[in-house]
């Protein structure tokens, strides 16, 4: 199936670009400059956590217990005991696995973001992603809207098809047609 | 089915098409605008004191400790600290209109351009404190901006309705 079909509206179609309550194009930009921006954002932790060597057994396992170590003894304070336990008994035990993991996964998702490739099934890695540390970090010190706000800016680039517009899906989408339920561009 | 021309106009926003529509970042701006009104909660009047969380008064005195650039901190130290009622109510209020103004979609650009400056401070303000991150600023303040450029209360809000009525007043570039 063609990008360009009706079944397939591209941003060109002027049937789109009509569409009620907004200057389409607007918000498109927009969307594209939150996606930029998120994955900035993304990239730059994923540098800082690689300076600080999170990405390792040892890290991934020594973030986990300060996270749920009350303040009071210089932890996060988290409190979801639930969800402690979860990651005490998947994560912690193949710590360096996961390090691994989500050093690869981590970096893509970034990437994805940053130049607006596969975007979609970024934005969907990443709102998992910040979901799971809104979980991790609910209860504590930290400002837990951080996640809300990173977890709504994914939602936002997945519905508003954020790699369309100043990104690589673009060209991929013109010249391969849609993805497969449009999951990846 | 045949629906009426309003609500195929309308079902036609929320269906899913590769340009963005303005319904995902309405969602968005509502969560947002609870986001505001939540972070109230530590700044109530008479007092402003946060209960167990850590006051504007404790805040204040984090900003002057670890400025992010020195004439900041200074203006902390020698403006706002001791009118602290002044600005402590102007805040309060401040934040309380940007709430309302972004959960309600009502005179959103406004919202959105108080919210900006708002997040900007914040940003300015905590960004050297130990234990903050700055991002989650940035991602704040471009938020507002996406709000302010994209109109965003004309989906799921009053500034849908509204615009069409104040459309020859100086109110529409508030909308």
Known sequence: MSANSPATPSAQDPDVAAAPFMPARTGSIAISLLRITLGVIILATWWDNLQDELYTGDGLSGLIDWLFTPSAEGGNGSTLSLYERLLDTVVVPNAGVFAIGQLIIEGLFGLGLLVGASTRAASIGAMVFFSSLFLAYYGGDEWIWTYVLLFVASLTVFLGWGGRTLGVDRFVANARGESPRSLFW | ?175
């Open chain 2, 1 to 175: 089915m045949n629906f009426g021309p309003k609500i195929q106009t309308r079902l036609r926003s929320l269906a899913p098409t590769p340009v963005a529509s303005l319904w995902s970042i309405a969602i968005a701006r509502i969560v947002i605008g609870v986001l505001w009104l939540f972070s109230l909660r530590w700044k109530l009047p008479p007092d402003f004191d946060g209960g167990s969380e850590r006051s504007l008064r404790q805040w204040l005195q984090l900003e002057v400790e670890h400025p992010t650039f020195a004439p900041y901190g200074r203006f902390v130290e020698t403006v706002i600290q001791p009118n602290f009622t002044l600005f402590a109510w102007l805040l309060f209020f401040c934040e309380l209109v940007v709430g309302i103004s972004l959960l309600l979609g009502l005179f959103t650009r406004g919202g959105a351009l108080l919210g900006f400056g708002l997040s900007l401070n914040l940003g300015i303000g905590l960004a050297n404190v130990p234990g903050e991150w700055p991002w989650a600023y940035v991602m704040l303040a471009m938020w507002h901006g996406v709000f302010f450029a994209t109109g965003a209360g004309r989906a799921f809000g009053i500034d849908g309705r509204l615009r069409g009525n104040v459309l020859n007043t100086p109110l529409r570039l508030l909308t």
